[in-house]
């Protein structure tokens, strides 16, 4: 079996997006208002949805869902900037040197995936050095919750 850390470079990405403080379930409501969005004013989407976590470690994550607190920002890749709100906008998410991992199976049963990211970071004297960004490779309407896929992406140093 491959090492399911690598480290990457990604580059800027422009994508139409939101932001909203609450619980991390808004991710499943903000993601369809921005494709639904993009759909009604013309604006090619070319990638999966990305969530976008700005609390960085388990602790602070799992108080800002509790507390309905979380920093929520959902984007989708964009080929070109559209119409824009005052919710949702065009912008670019920055070009990072990043670890990749990805996780298979229920949302729910995320936090072990990222359990042993924090264990790799640690072990590898690696830090995070900015948000991190889940790509949400399948639909859960259209696969098993056994068969859904995200990228994981942590921005390091």
Not at 40 to 68: F, L, R, S, W
Not at 84 to 113: D, N
Request: hydrophobic residues 35%; aromatic residues 8%; proline residues 8%.
């Amino acid at each position: 079996m491959s090492e399911p850390f690598l480290i990457v470079n990604i580059e800027p990405k422009l994508v139409l997006g939101t932001r909203k403080i609450g619980p991390y379930k808004l991710i499943g409501e903000l993601i369809p208002q921005v494709c639904q969005y993009a759909a009604q004013n013309g604006i090619q989407m070319i990638g999966p949805p990305i969530y976008i976590c700005h609390e960085t470690n388990v602790e602070d994550a799992t108080k800002a869902d509790k507390e309905g607190t979380a920093d929520v920002e959902v984007a989708i890749p964009i080929l070109k900037r559209g119409k824009e709100t005052k919710e949702i906008t065009c912008y670019k998410l920055p070009a990072a040197k990043m670890v990749k991992t990805v996780h298979k199976g229920p949302y729910r049963e995320e936090g072990t995936t990222y359990e042993r990211l924090f264990v790799w970071l640690e072990k590898n004297k690696k830090t995070i050095t900015g948000p991190i960004r889940e790509i949400y490779l399948n639909d859960p309407h259209e696969v098993s919750e056994e068969e859904l896929l995200i990228e994981i992406y942590a921005p390091i140093d």
